[in-house]
């Protein structure tokens, strides 16, 4: 369900479950964390890109799999958590294509970008607080980075959509493409594979800076998310999930 190839340099991880909204599995998330991983050792790939399908990035945690996964082993262990953990480690120029919704980790995942590129007909939301939760991936400190405290809690806490417009405005994208997204963002991750490597990395690595906050973050975020699976209002958020998408 990631569909992955290999164009001059640019590894193209392309998010292939459209009857499902490309909710991510954890199978999926395994596969982008594979991929996160590999990349950091493979000098034949100098720039990572994650697309979606037309009118669909990811509506974010396929929450039934989620779950199954968290009760087994625990939240620590679950693919999930392996994949927000590359993206921290995560060495690669990461480049991301944003047609139709990108919900919850599709948009959290967009934060640890270098280049964002997006639809006019895209939506970025993150409602976890409506469903109990606390946002993940690192966005309780990048967001307000990316785009200051008001904008962050109107994203992150309060869960308003926003458009490819106003995502642009706030820092969260670079370009809002009229015509083929991905093919603006396969031409920039082509172009950022093309210049010097080692130049490439160091520049990167510098701009990022010190990731061991980010980890911090990331690390107590997953703690914080943990023992919110097992709050009264957040089963009750669930459960009103589930029964509305079988409604």
């Given at each position: 369900?990631?569909?992955?190839?290999?164009?001059?340099?640019?590894?193209?991880?392309?998010?292939?479950?459209?009857?499902?909204?490309?909710?991510?599995?954890?199978?999926?998330?395994?596969?982008?964390?594979?991929?996160?991983?590999?990349?950091?050792?493979?000098?034949?790939?100098?720039?990572?890109?994650?697309?979606?399908?037309?009118?669909?990035f990811?509506?974010?945690?396929?929450i039934?799999?989620?779950?199954?996964?968290?009760?087994?082993?625990?939240?620590?262990?679950?693919?999930?958590?392996?994949?927000?953990?590359?993206?921290v480690?995560?060495?690669?120029?990461?480049?991301?294509?944003?047609?139709?919704?990108?919900i919850?980790?599709?948009?959290?995942?967009?934060?640890?970008?270098?280049?964002?590129?997006?639809?006019?007909?895209?939506?970025?939301?993150?409602?976890?607080?409506?469903?109990?939760?606390?946002?993940?991936?690192?966005?309780?400190?990048?967001?307000?980075?990316?785009?200051?405290?008001?904008?962050?809690?109107?994203?992150?806490?309060?869960?308003?959509?926003f458009?490819?417009?106003?995502?642009?405005?706030?820092?969260?994208?670079?370009?809002?493409?009229?015509?083929?997204?991905?093919?603006?963002?396969?031409?920039?991750?082509?172009?950022?594979?093309?210049?010097?490597?080692?130049?490439?990395?160091?520049?990167?690595?510098l701009?990022?800076?010190?990731?061991?906050?980010?980890?911090?973050?990331?690390?107590?975020?997953?703690?914080?998310?943990?023992?919110?699976?097992?709050?009264?209002?957040?089963?009750?958020?669930?459960?009103?999930?589930?029964?509305?998408?079988?409604?």
């Open positions: 369900m990631i569909q992955t190839s290999l164009e001059d340099g640019v590894r193209i991880l392309r998010l292939d479950r459209p009857e499902k909204k490309n909710a991510l599995t954890g199978e999926m998330y395994n596969a982008l964390a594979e991929a996160l991983e590999t990349g950091n050792g493979d000098d034949g790939i100098r720039c990572q890109l994650i697309c979606g399908q037309p009118e669909v990811t509506a974010g945690n396929d039934g799999d989620f779950l199954q996964h968290a009760g087994k082993a625990g939240l620590d262990e679950t693919p999930v958590v392996r994949f927000l953990r590359a993206l480690r995560n060495e690669k120029p990461l480049v991301a294509s944003v047609d139709g919704i990108a919850g980790v599709g948009t959290t995942l967009l934060m640890h970008c270098d280049m964002v590129f997006a639809s006019p007909r895209s939506l970025i939301r993150s409602p976890f607080v409506d469903l109990g939760l606390v946002p993940e991936a690192g966005s309780s400190l990048l967001g307000p980075q990316l785009m200051g405290h008001a904008r962050a809690f109107e994203l992150l806490c309060l869960g308003n959509g458009s490819a417009e106003k995502a642009a405005a706030c820092g969260l994208v670079n370009e809002v493409v009229e015509g083929d997204v991905d093919a603006a963002a396969l031409a920039c991750a082509r172009e950022i594979a093309s210049k010097p490597p080692q130049a490439m990395a160091l520049s990167r690595k701009l990022r800076g010190d990731t061991s906050v980010l980890s911090e973050r990331v690390e107590e975020e997953i703690r914080i998310f943990a023992s919110r699976l097992s709050a009264p209002e957040t089963i009750a958020a669930f459960q009103a999930f589930m029964m509305k998408k079988k409604a």
